[in-house]
């Protein structure tokens, strides 16, 4: 399993560049759009750094394409949905939409017993919507410090400084849909229809 994480992560480097280059873009355009250094971007493109979640999701939306196509494509030819999970600091991330663009629907796993890490806050562009499957979920969302519980959930712009994590040492599951800036999860239903106002009895 290590092993081929290891493969799979040795392949986003160049797919990174190859990308860019398709787009005839500049690192410093890319970094403008996701909001990574410059540096970290020239690193993760050369190989010479690990990519994380929070770099990978930006760049598969800035490139147009899916995480799955990042870290390795799906065999062609067959209609069968192959998911490829990323695992990164313990956290297994699960794709659940193919298509690029438009919001992605991930289903994330911290697994029972993962060390208890300092928060490490992020910012990129884009906006989130989780939602707690089982588990208690620490987000920490610019200076709040919030726990959700099963049928929570909590949505915040992604260039709020954030990072998220197990609140304890159960496992935790929960769904994310992240959208580009200003694309938002709507829940529409229809209305309850109101009862009729009471006739004014007649005698």
Do not use: C
């Not at 760049?59 to 147009?64: K, V, Y």
């Not at 609140?167 to 829940?187: I, K, M």
């Amino acid at each position: 399993m290590d092993d081929d994480l290891d493969q799979a992560l040795d392949v986003v480097g160049p797919r990174l560049r190859a990308l860019r280059r398709q787009r005839d873009i500049t690192l410093a355009d890319l970094s403008a759009t996701t909001g990574i250094s410059v540096s970290t971007l020239s690193r993760l493109e050369s190989g010479t750094r690990r990519p994380s979640l929070g770099l990978l999701l930006p760049l598969a939306r800035a490139h147009g394409v899916t995480l799955d196509e990042l870290v390795g494509a799906p065999p062609t030819g067959d209609p069968r949905i192959h998911l490829r999970p990323v695992t990164h600091h313990g956290m297994t991330m699960v794709p659940l939409t193919r298509r690029a663009g438009g919001i992605q629907a991930y289903k994330l796993v911290i697994p029972s017993g993962s060390r208890r890490r300092e928060p490490d806050l992020q910012t990129h562009e884009g906006y989130e919507w989780l939602y707690v499957l089982n588990g208690r979920l620490r987000i920490v969302l610019g200076e709040r410090d919030l726990t959700l519980s099963p049928g929570e959930a909590a949505e915040f712009d992604t260039r709020v400084p954030h990072w998220f994590g197990a609140a304890d040492a159960e496992p935790v599951e929960f769904l994310s849909l992240f959208g580009t800036q200003g694309e938002r999860a709507h829940v529409r239903a229809r209305p309850r229809m109101e009862d009729p106002p009471e006739q004014p009895s007649r005698h």
